[in-house]
Nanobody
Framework: QVQLVESGGGLVQTGGSLRLSCAASGRTFSNYAMGWFRQAPGKGREFVARIMWSGGETSYADSVKGRFTISRDIAKNTVYLQMDSLKPEDTAVYYC??????????????????WGQGTQVTVSS
């Protein structure tokens, strides 16, 4: 089992920045990749970014490319999501997720095995 705990959400004005953290514990050695997803009210869960746990390769949704940066600290078993130039449409609950196998497209939430409880990000206009 892997436990994920997110932190760092909050209220910020348009153009501002936030950094989300996701601390992993448990059988973290089995992690293949970590991802961030988000879900706005009335919408489905949307892929935001992903990082390979060992090699550090990253992928981003087009909507956040150039504004968000995903990174990880292996020693701390923590993944970060630096969010800059925030827009009102970035408002959502952000979830950290871990996957233990390479099977399936990284942008699909079904291929992730463990999830955090989510942290709210609200961007005011």
């Amino acid at each position: 089992q892997v436990q994920l705990v997110e932190s760092g959400g909050g209220l910020v004005q348009t153009g501002g920045s936030l950094r989300l953290s996701c601390a992993a514990s448990g059988r973290t050695f089995s992690n293949y990749a970590m991802g961030w997803f988000r879900q706005a009210p009335g919408k489905g869960r949307e892929f935001v970014a992903r990082i390979m746990w060992s090699g550090g390769e990253t992928s981003y949704a087009d909507s956040v490319k150039g504004r968000f940066t995903i990174s990880r600290d292996i020693a701390k078993n923590t993944v970060y999501l630096q969010m800059d130039s925030l827009k009102p449409e970035d408002t959502a609950v952000y979830y950290c997720a871990a996957r233990t196998t390479p099977y399936g497209y990284h942008g699909v939430s079904n291929y992730y095995d463990y999830w955090g409880q989510g942290t709210q990000v609200t961007v005011s206009s």
